[in-house]
């Protein structure tokens, strides 16, 4: 039973352009949560998805971030116009959303800003 | 005041000995609590799940006291693997987003 995937594993951006994470969450789990780690700090949680929908986005910075769960297809996040400050390992969790409270992350994605 | 705080270590200890980590949280109202480790900043693993009555897996022993919003995690006879950082995860009422302590680093040594 594959885990959660997530690629790219490394994304090297220059500083105003897009960056793209896209995550598979574990076989049936319809729960996807994104984190981000900065350097020398904790994982600060970002944004909670089912399919299709937003649940919780408390934690996305209020501008150039959005994230997607469509039907079909992994989660994405999306950050445009990239600056240094964004450079971070980015983390996606699944849960199965009933059962219990465990999250599974999957193995990062860590953006390099230029 | 954080959220979840730990005491950052690092802790070094010989293999065999035993070691607790103690966590405390802020918010009365959180109702689910877990310990992660993370090597390397890789991704954060689930190590166990903490619940009231304490749980006990391996070598591993989890204990919630929610009267102190106190958490700890006692590992016994520690091995060279055991080395990583511990997470302190915190879930709130109502929300199912997880917060982190910032983590206490482990280093076990031959």
């Known amino acids: 039973n594959a885990g959660v995937m997530q690629n790219p594993r490394h994304l090297v951006r220059r500083r105003g352009q897009e960056a793209r994470l896209r995550c598979s969450p574990m076989?049936?789990?319809?729960?996807v949560y994104w984190y981000r780690q900065l350097p020398e700090e904790g994982l600060k949680f970002m944004v909670y998805l089912q399919k299709e929908n937003i649940i919780d986005e408390s934690g996305m910075p209020k501008e150039r971030f959005s994230a997607e769960f469509p039907k079909e297809g992994p989660s994405i996040l999306r950050i445009q116009q990239v600056v240094r400050g964004d450079s971070a390992a980015y983390f996606c969790a699944s849960s199965p959303g009933t059962g219990g409270d465990e999250q599974f992350f999957g193995p990062g994605t860590r953006l390099t800003v230029l | 005041r954080k959220e979840v705080e730990q005491d950052p270590g690092p802790f070094n200890v010989p293999e065999g000995a035993t070691v607790a980590f103690n966590c405390t949280y802020s918010?009365?109202?959180?109702?689910?609590f877990f310990w992660y480790r993370q090597d390397c900043r890789k991704e954060p693993k689930l190590l166990m799940s903490v619940y009231s009555s304490g749980n006990e897996d391996g070598r591993f022993t989890a204990q919630l006291n929610r009267a102190s919003q106190y958490i700890s995690l006692l590992i016994r006879d520690s091995k060279l693997s055991d080395s990583a950082t511990y997470l302190c995860?915190?879930?709130?009422?109502?929300?199912?987003?997880?917060?982190f302590g910032s983590g206490t680093r482990l280093q076990v040594q031959p």
């Open positions: 995860v915190v879930m709130g009422t109502g929300r199912r987003a997880l917060t």
């Open positions: 076989k049936g789990h319809s729960h």
């Open positions: 918010n009365s109202a959180s109702q689910s």
